[in-house]
């Protein structure tokens, strides 16, 4: 079936450090991929997104590329904030129905 | 409203007690989702509504849950019976449609916790 395998955390870096979370997924047909994140003590908030193989999402200096031929879509800044620090989901949506969602990662960012 | 509204924020309930969640999903969204989050875990899909039809109810967990959704927007999610392992954060989202693509929007969740 189809599902999302995220990179396990947590995540811990220095401010200014470059970040990747990786995302890998298995799906029959050709799915939607986002990334959500999860500040503390806030709802998930869509970060970005791509609808179709090469795409690229970006938001917020956050970027993702829709790696078909990989079957990935990693997350990447080139830069952390401690702003940034928060649970990042990526998430796949396949047809008619709903998210599935991997099971989160947990950056911390250090001054 | 702007967003998706869900109440209660908090709920605390006592072993055996039936709750019940709301969900105000963003006018004009005809799809809408609860999920749940228990501490330290990602999310699980209960059900899905497009109008007020519920086409997936796979998820849920027991026949203790039950969801509805009336006039295509407010949709409540029952538990009967509450059981400590219901403790969780119950999230609501909607998107425009339920096709692949559309940005679904989430509530701030209920916090249940059954003592």
Known sequence: GDSVTQMEGPVTLSEEAFLTINCTYTATGYPSLFWYVQYPGEGLQLLLKATKADDKGSNKGFEATYRKETTSFHLEKGSVQVSDSAVYFCALQTGANNLFFGTGTRLTVIP | ?115
Do not use: M
């Open chain 2, 1 to 115: 409203g702007a967003g998706v509204s869900q109440s209660p924020s908090n709920k605390v309930t006592e072993k055996g007690k039936d709750v019940e969640l709301r969900c105000d999903p963003i006018s004009g969204h005809t799809a809408l989702y609860w999920y749940r989050q228990s501490l330290g875990q990602g999310l699980e899909f209960l059900i899905y509504f497009q109008g007020n039809s519920a086409p997936d109810k796979s998820g849920l967990p027991s026949d203790r849950f039950s969801a509805e959704r009336t006039g295509g927007s407010v949709s409540t999610l029952t538990i009967q019976r509450t059981q400590q392992e219901d403790s969780a954060v119950y999230l609501c989202a909607s998107s425009l449609s339920s096709l692949s693509g559309n940005t679904i929007y989430f509530g701030e969740g209920s916090w249940l916790t059954v003592v």
